[in-house]
């Protein structure tokens, strides 16, 4: 084993057993009654339970992991090692945990046991770990780089689908309501090209869906750091191509995930429908 093997796996453990926590806390949480609030729009929903798994997250994070860097959907850089009373961290951060403790909060909210946490370790700016879980369903995804995608003991491999007709597409929608016009319209315009089109409400979970041949495809402007990163090693060790259009990385403008035989397809016709562009 490599070093480089070795430190990751112990990353990943300690990503599991985090998430195992954060998860449990979420159930927890959902049975005590949740504090439902509004962030960027009306639409965008966030929970006391969001903050306080962001904060469990930060705290055993803290513990195991002193100088590590931390990115969360809640609090940002905030519950990172600099505000964490520790001062400067000891050694020199070099891992960053990009977390969003409960990716599908409109889910989660209403009772659909379609949300995640997700966590994901980088070393600068590359993903090497991540893990993605299902607390509801008690489901695991997790994948270390270069080491393959898993659920629950089983290796992942995406769907072998190559042409577009017969292709079951996962898609998100943002939360400003001009930006949900347009992705409006794109849909229309593939609807008609695909075998159907799904709206799970967690990205993380839409890119695990991808890794394990749930869903053919997936793809979403608009997305954010902590709702792609781990689900984006998972599908990409599960054999998946992840990208951007037009030959860009994925990131905010769009994260396509597609089998490498499908990805061109995808590609053209969603740069055609300037699904990347716009509001
Ligand atoms: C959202 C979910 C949703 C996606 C949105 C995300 P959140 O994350 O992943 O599926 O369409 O773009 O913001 O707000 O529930 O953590």
């Not at 409109?106 to 995640?116: E, F």
């Not at 990805?263 to 699904?275: C, E, G, N």
Request: glycine fraction near 12%; hydrophobic fraction near 45%.
């Amino acid at each position: 084993m490599s070093n480089h093997t070795d430190e990751y796996e112990l990353l990943l453990e300690v990503a599991l057993g985090v998430a195992r926590e954060a998860a449990e806390l979420t159930e927890r949480e959902r049975r005590r009654g949740l504090e439902v609030g509004t962030k960027s729009t009306a639409t965008d929903l966030v929970t006391g339970a969001d903050r306080a798994v962001e904060r469990l997250i930060a705290d055993l994070l803290r513990r195991r992991r002193p100088a590590d860097a931390l990115l969360g959907e809640e609090y940002g850089a905030g519950l990172g090692p600099a505000r964490s009373g520790a001062g400067t961290p000891a050694q020199e951060t070099r891992v960053t945990w990009v977390v969003d403790p409960i990716d599908g909060t409109v889910n989660y909210v209403y009772g659909i046991p379609i949300y995640a946490v997700s966590i994901a370790a980088q070393i600068a700016g590359v993903t090497v770990v991540g893990v993605v879980r299902n607390p509801a369903t008690g489901e695991q995804w997790s994948a270390v780089r270069g080491g393959g995608a898993w659920r629950d003991g089983k290796r992942l491999v995406t769907s072998q689908v190559d042409d577009l007709g017969r292709c079951l597409v996962a898609t998100g929608f943002g939360y400003d309501a001009a930006r949900r016009a347009h992705q409006a319209g794109v849909v229309a315009q593939l609807l008609p090209r695909v075998r159907d089109i799904r709206r799970l409400g967690a990205a993380s979970l839409d890119l695990c869906y991808v890794a394990e041949g749930r869903v053919d495809a997936f793809f979403e402007r608009g997305l954010n750091l902590w709702d792609q990163a781990a689900g984006e090693l998972i599908a990409i060790e599960a054999g998946a191509r992840v990208g951007g259009l037009r030959g860009a990385a994925a990131g905010p403008d769009m994260v396509l995930a597609a089998p490498p035989l499908l990805y061109d397809q995808l590609a053209d016709l969603l740069a055609a429908l300037d699904a990347d562009t716009g509001p």
